[in-house]
């Protein structure tokens, strides 16, 4: 019957046999390809009584959550003494139904429970509501409202997203919403501060999160998938019960595959029972593939890389051309390396200043860069910007919504400084961007918006005032000025500051800003800024990013998160004591040895390049993971590199082997040598991995 209605085939006679095909063997890959693809077409449907079952859930858990039989064994279930539930639940039979997916059904996304791939992503074609908006914006320069997001919290019922009925709901909701007024409060008020009333880590719930702890750090429960609705509803909702190392691996566990969740946990809790870890139902198999680059066109092969493994559930290695070295160094210096690469002015992506490197080195040489302190966002596109033009960046954007997304994937950390407002961006946010946001882009033209802001503020007040005539009305908005000079005198017109080819409305080039349209240049400065000049360039960088997972999964973090969640700790001092504790002498050294206490005064005394440029050299990689040293796996090791008893240390350079953070220091005379040749070996040995 299945081969007739084409959901099966025959088998071939040279497969191999049931016994050569066991479970143990199966390659996950193409299923778990398949659950995080938009385009997969699904030929049945699966029920337990009337509930559609999602096809990323197990058998396991629909029978836990939907059977009828199972029904009081659940209730009765404590999750955390009992993950694998009641005996009753594995004694009793529990029928699932299936029946084949009508065509109407088959196109829409949504279908079965809202999990397909990219079901959850806002619609990317234009409605015909839109479309009116875009008009009133081209024609009429008015720019729809500023989306305040308060008004999601600020409801007398639980939000969609909380599903879950327990005695502290009432609770957990008044929290929720005292949050969002802590956090959002300046968005009831012009120009106020933008600052949280109450800091987030305040409202850390050390309770849960020692219950959420022992949920995630159970090898069984991640391996069954068996998290508890709770946890995963309150991780989005309301994040700021938890900190972010619980709801980074929340995160992990929810978006991914079992092997990949089981290794984030090993890899973050190295004292879980070697035991556990060895047994092969809870061991990880995660297939690897291994690609090899040319150095020269770095760029160029990591877009056909990304084209061919970007969604693919394996974990990319890179080896590079010529070059011994391979694993986990050379893999985590290729995602630096393509980071600064998309950082480079010609590519004309990013709003900045242009640079050049202190010490560049290979391709780097000659060739300018993108700084931006705030952090990088998106060139606006103009509606008369040349469509050769915005393709080739659009295909960049898409591309690095592909890159930022396998490293998310695979733990590897990116060196790159993306800013606030592309995070909000990532995290479907954009409507809720306003003026303030602007510091986080050019905190120069939101100064100046400020002062003119001022000055709208000044003519409202003026015109309240009804004992004044029109004509001293008129007199006193003329006077009103912005560092002595009229608004007429600043010689403004509706095109975007700093970007004179892109107009703010039709016509724009030719429209003087006046003290009687000021207002008006204004919003539309904000809204091309924030939102319209760059959503071509944000919908290519989505479409990117959730070819490979969906973007609704990073609801656990905020957006001042993401940038740790990417990029791994922020730059800080290093302290002696930190280091003694994290770093590991071996072979030839412990930590009474004077080339370890020398090395370690060292790098306390490093500034932030330098720290980098350590890192880069050590582990491949210029940014530690969130935590700092205590996170580094495997640990950073120093052991003595040894000599011929004729040779001299002092001649001698520091080599690494940065696949298991090795260090191999010669038994330097002074500290001022092993500092010198310390930075002398970190600069040179960049972009290079061979035999030391």
């Not at 009429?140 to 939000?159: Q, W």
């Not at 929810?254 to 946990?265: G, H, I, K, N, S």
């Not at 493994?309 to 051309?321: D, K, P, T």
């Amino acid at each position: 019957m299945f081969l007739i209605q084409g959901y099966g085939r025959i088998r071939e006679e040279d497969e191999d046999s049931d016994d050569d095909g066991s479970d143990d063997e199966i390659d996950e890959s193409l299923a778990a390809q398949f659950l995080n693809s938009g385009s997969v077409r699904h030929r049945l449907q699966f029920y337990i009584g009337d509930h559609l079952l999602p096809y990323n859930m197990t058998v396991y858990q629909a029978v836990r959550q939907f059977s009828v039989q199972a029904d009081e064994e659940r209730e009765s279930t404590d999750d955390e003494s009992n993950p694998l539930g009641r005996a009753g639940i594995w004694t009793k039979t529990h029928t699932i139904w299936y029946k084949p997916v009508r065509e109407e059904e088959e196109g829409n996304k949504d279908t079965v429970g809202g999990k397909r791939g990219r079901a959850q992503s806002a619609p990317t074609k234009t409605s015909p509501r839109n479309a009116r908006k875009h008009d009133e914006l081209w024609h009429d320069g008015v720019c729809p409202a500023v989306g305040n997001p308060l008004e999601t919290y600020l409801i007398s019922i639980p939000p969609d997203g909380i599903t879950f009925e327990d005695p502290s709901l009432d609770v957990i909701l008044l929290l929720r919403v005292l949050h969002a007024i802590s956090r959002y409060w300046y968005y009831l008020y012009n120009n106020a501060i933008c600052k949280e009333i109450i800091p987030t880590n305040e409202l850390i719930n050390s309770k849960l999160t020692a219950k959420a702890n022992r949920q995630l750090q159970d090898p069984l429960v991640i391996m069954t998938g068996n998290i508890p609705t709770w946890l995963t509803e309150l991780g989005r909702t309301c994040p700021f019960f938890f900190p972010f190392d619980t709801r980074q691996m929340l995160f992990y566990v929810t978006a991914f595959d079992r092997d990949r969740a089981m290794q984030r946990l090993l890899d973050t809790n190295p004292e879980i029972n070697q035991s556990d870890s060895q047994d092969s139902r809870v061991a990880p198999r995660l297939d690897r593939k291994k690609r090899t680059v040319n150095r020269e066109e770095l760029l160029k092969q990591a877009e056909s890389v990304m084209q061919d493994l970007g969604s693919s559930r394996a974990m990319l290695e890179i080896q590079y051309e010529n070059e011994v070295g391979t694993g986990l160094g050379p893999t985590l210096e290729f995602y630096a390396l393509v980071s600064q690469e998309l950082q480079r002015a010609d590519l004309g992506l990013w709003r900045g200043d242009e640079v050049t490197l202190s010490h560049p080195k290979g391709i780097q040489e000659g060739t300018k860069y993108i700084h931006n302190p705030r952090g990088l966002f998106p060139v606006p596109f103009g509606r008369n910007t040349k469509p050769a033009y915005v393709a080739k960046v659009k295909m960049k954007l898409r591309f690095l919504g592909k890159f930022l997304a396998k490293a998310i994937m695979d733990f590897r950390l990116l060196d790159l400084p993306l800013g606030l407002s592309f995070y909000k961006w990532m995290l479907r946010q954009e409507n809720s961007l306003c003026s303030h946001d602007l510091f986080n882009i050019d905190p120069v033209v939101a100064k100046s918006i400020c002062h003119l802001e001022d000055i709208i503020k000044q003519k409202k007040k003026l015109e309240q005032d009804r004992s004044q005539s029109k004509e001293c009305l008129q007199q006193a908005l003329e006077s009103l000025n912005m560092n002595g000079c009229s608004v007429e005198e600043l010689g403004l017109d509706f095109t975007l500051p700093g970007y004179a080819n892109v107009e703010l409305k039709k016509g724009g080039k030719d429209a003087v800003v006046t003290i009687h349209n000021l207002e008006d240049y204004l919003r539309l400065v904000v809204y091309w800024t924030l939102n319209e000049g760059v959503s071509k360039q944000f919908e290519s960088f989505r479409d990117g990013f959730e070819s490979v997972f969906p973007l609704h999964h990073l609801q656990y973090f905020y957006p001042e998160e993401l940038d740790q969640l990417l990029c791994g700790s922020k730059s800080e001092a290093w302290d002696v004591k930190t280091l003694m504790e994290c770093c590991r002498p071996d072979h030839g050294y412990n930590h009474d040895s004077r080339a370890v206490k020398f090395l370690f005064e060292i790098l306390s005394s490093f500034d932030g390049e330098q720290q980098r440029l350590f890192l880069q050299f050590v582990t491949g990689s210029p940014r530690l993971p969130v935590g700092g040293f205590r996170s580094l796996n495997p640990p950073l090791t120093i052991v003595r590199k040894t000599f011929e008893s004729t040779e001299n240390p002092d001649d001698f350079l520091p080599s690494v082997m940065t696949c298991v953070n090795y260090l191999k220091l010669p038994d330097y005379s002074s500290i001022d040598i092993m500092r010198e040749k310390l930075l002398i070996a970190a600069r040179e040995g960049q972009q290079s991995f061979h035999l030391s």
